[in-house]
């Protein structure tokens, strides 16, 4: 009983995907705090007290997520994932990892895309680039930051959720539910890729198809979900609207070269589903598309489409 009492319990506390503190709570005496602080990638780098002074050295990590002075420490490390001191190895949920040869030590369960070849060296890491990604959990890469891709993944599931308040069977959830099954599950080889940018210019999403493979862009800075404190509330309402884009683009294909009509026949469509999520969710749409004292507005939907038409045309230089 004695060897159990000199071992404290160590409890990590999570907001939105990252690590933000340490409590330990010892077996007799006072549970204290430390508070986490992690780079872009979400491995910590440091720990402060109560009072914000630094409490342990510095960590610092290799590209791939070795120790820098080869000294490892069991618990939270690269990328937030559990590092395991006495293999050295780091846990990321389906599988192990090695940071020496930045490689995992077993497949990845995803198979290499035949038609591309993506994922064609099924034990590297992150694409080979650990600089620009990340594993969340040791199959796909995100394009984003630890926390980017749990928000990212919490809303993807919200639009399934907010189909399922349909009636079964209705347009309203089909429409919903094409989207959220065009997202798919982490990496299913549906080439479908999220990724989030930060970005001055005057944009929340955008979609985009070439060669059978989407890009759904997210502008950071549009979206308080993703940390910024000015920018709107709805993230789960741009990737309705640019999961439908995705959607009709794989579908039917990319509008038409400076083609209005084309733009905007995608753009009420993309317009019309993020109304319906907005329904579903309760939540008054900025723009008026749908509201809870006013329901749909009809007008309100052709006028976004109209402006994101006219968006899309200056981009080409002018539509006929």
């Not at 070795?66 to 395991?84: I, L, S, Y």
């Not at 034990?123 to 199959?139: E, K, L, T």
């Not at 079964?168 to 999220?194: C, H, M, P």
Request: hydrophobic content about 35%.
């Amino acid at each position: 009983m004695g060897g159990l009492q000199a071992f404290p319990w160590h409890n990590h506390i999570y907001l939105a995907g990252s690590l933000v503190a340490k409590r330990t709570v010892p077996f007799s005496g006072t549970t204290s705090i430390r508070y986490q602080h992690t780079d872009a990638l979400g491995s910590p780098v440091a720990e402060t007290n109560e009072a914000g002074a630094l409490a342990q050295p510095r960590e610092r990590l290799t590209a791939y997520g070795e120790p820098a002075d080869g000294t490892w420490q069991a618990g939270p490390g690269f990328t937030g994932h559990q590092m395991d001191a006495s293999s050295r190895l780091v846990y990321m949920q389906q599988r192990y990892y090695d940071p020496v040869s930045g490689r995992f030590l077993s497949v990845d369960l995803v198979k290499t895309d035949s038609a591309n070849g993506r994922n064609f060296n099924r034990y590297w890491y992150a694409n080979d680039n650990p600089h620009a990604y990340v594993d969340p959990d040791g199959r796909y890469s995100c394009k984003g930051n630890r926390a980017e891709c749990a928000a990212i993944k919490k809303k993807i599931a919200d639009i399934r959720r907010a189909a399922r308040r349909y009636g079964q069977g209705s347009s309203n959830r089909r429409a919903l539910n094409r989207i959220a099954n065009f997202y798919g599950t982490e990496d299913d080889g549906n080439k479908v890729e999220v990724r989030v940018v930060t970005s001055t210019q005057a944009f929340a999403g955008e979609a985009s198809t070439v060669g059978g493979a989407t890009t759904i862009t997210i502008n950071a800075v549009a979206h308080q979900e993703l940390g910024v404190s000015t920018g709107r509330s709805d993230l789960g309402a741009t990737l309705v609207h640019e999961g439908n884009h995705g959607f009709d683009q794989a579908r039917y294909g990319m509008p038409k070269w400076k083609s209005r009509s084309s733009e905007f026949w995608h753009e009420m469509r993309a317009t019309a589903a993020e109304a319906l999520y907005f329904k579903s969710e309760a939540i008054d749409a900025p723009s008026g598309i749908w509201t809870k004292s006013g329901g749909f507005d009809a007008p309100a939907i052709q006028d976004q489409a109209e402006r994101s038409t006219e968006a899309w045309c200056d981009a080409q230089g002018g539509c006929r």
